[in-house]
């Protein structure tokens, strides 16, 4: 099992970007697949984006065609890119694997704001 550390959030303006990596703590070459997810306050965490080892991806349709999940096995890191931010993305974002969820990491806060 490996501890996730998410970063890369911050403040940006509406349609601007930001890269969220995610550091994993060892190897992740044999780990199935990462998610990425989002909660913004008073909701629930909601599943954004994914991939898996062969490096297949699938989002949710309010982030099809802005955002690009990523993973490079060698540096043990996994990547969000966020292009096109609009304000409804502001949350705070986590990374976790899959299909077996494990412990989650404090997040990383994105916010979109003029």
């Known amino acids: 099992q490996v501890l996730l550390v998410e970063s890369g959030g911050g403040l940006v303006q509406p349609g601007g970007s930001l890269r969220l990596p995610c550091a994993a703590s060892?190897?992740?070459?044999?780990?199935?697949?990462f998610n990425w997810y989002r909660q913004a306050p008073g909701k629930q965490r909601d599943w954004v984006a994914g991939i898996t080892k062969r490096g297949s991806t699938n989002y949710v349709d309010s982030v099809k065609g802005r955002f690009t999940i990523s993973r490079d096995n060698a540096k043990n890191t996994v990547y969000l890119q966020m292009n096109s931010l609009k304000f409804d993305d502001s949350a705070v974002y986590y990374c976790n694997t899959g299909p077996i969820i494990g412990p989650w990491g404090q997040g990383t806060q994105v916010t979109v704001s003029a």
């Open positions: 060892g190897s992740i070459g044999s780990i199935n697949s």
